[in-house]
Nanobody, 121 residues
């Protein structure tokens, strides 16, 4: 059974930076596409960034501010977030699916429990 655990969520001021990590147990992340999704209060969950074997996707509103990357040594996928804005606030979930890049929520088979990111002064 694939298990995903997110970490790194925190309260940060606007303009600040934060990195959230997604760790997978029992399997190596190499064989999976990984997506980071977020859900703000009262809004639907949306795809923020996804990474496949050799390609990535970013939501338009985070391009240039967020970077997704694999850390094979740690077996994690990290989402580095810079120049954070209040509208980046939400619960950030990572998800995994075997295969190449996918960023549609319905394609993902495995989900973590989420980590809270709050951007506020």
């Amino acid at each position: 059974q694939v298990q995903l655990v997110e970490s790194g969520g925190d309260l940060v001021q606007p303009g600040g930076s934060l990195t959230v990590s997604c760790a997978m147990s029992k399997y190596t992340l190499d064989n999976f596409a990984i997506g980071w999704f977020r859900q703000a209060p009262g809004k639907e969950r949306e795809a923020v960034s996804c990474i496949g074997i050799a390609s990535t996707y970013y939501l338009d509103s985070v391009k240039g501010r967020f970077t997704i990357s694999r850390d094979n040594a740690k077996n994690t996928v990290d989402l580095q977030m810079k120049s954070l804005k209040p509208e980046d606030t939400g619960v950030y979930y990572c998800a995994a699916v075997r295969g190449t890049l996918a960023c549609e929520e319905y394609r993902y088979d495995y989900w973590g429990q989420g980590t809270q990111v709050t951007v506020s002064s």
